[in-house]
């Protein structure tokens, strides 16, 4: 499976942006997918996850409510709707995929893509 995040960019605090992980492979639909973030100088952390049918989401504290998971596995794209964003959102998004287990780990993740910047000014 390759992957390609999209959709970052330069956004005032309090807006929103939705970045998408187009994924290539017949077997897309097989994969949990998740969304991780890097800001510098930090680890890399999870976001969102999201399992195979689309049917369980999973969230970090830090952007439940304000952030949305979802998949279209007829398009094989798993995407992460952004809202009220906060200053400390900026990071380098990346998306992964999964395709045994229920760990939301970086270590467990199978296939990772090129992240996507998102930079949220105050």
């Known amino acids: 499976v390759q992957l390609q995040a999209s959709g970052g960019g330069l956004v005032q605090a309090e807006g929103s942006l939705r970045l998408s992980c187009a994924a290539s492979?017949?077997?897309?639909?097989?994969?949990?997918m998740a969304w991780f973030r890097q800001a510098p100088g930090k680890e890399r952390d999870f976001v969102a996850g999201?399992?195979?049918?689309?049917?369980?989401?999973y969230y970090d504290d830090s952007v439940k409510g304000r952030f949305t998971i979802s998949r279209d596995n007829g398009k094989n794209t798993v995407y992460l709707q952004m809202n009220s964003l906060k200053p400390e959102d900026t990071a380098e998004y990346c998306c992964?995929?999964?395709?045994?287990?229920?760990?939301?780990?970086?270590?467990?993740?199978?296939?990772w893509g090129k992240g996507t910047l998102v930079t949220v000014s105050s």
């Open positions: 992964a995929a999964r395709l045994f287990g229920n760990s939301w780990r970086p270590d467990d993740m199978n296939y």
């Open positions: 492979g017949r077997t897309f639909g097989s994969y949990s």
């Open positions: 999201i399992s195979w049918r689309g049917g369980s989401t």
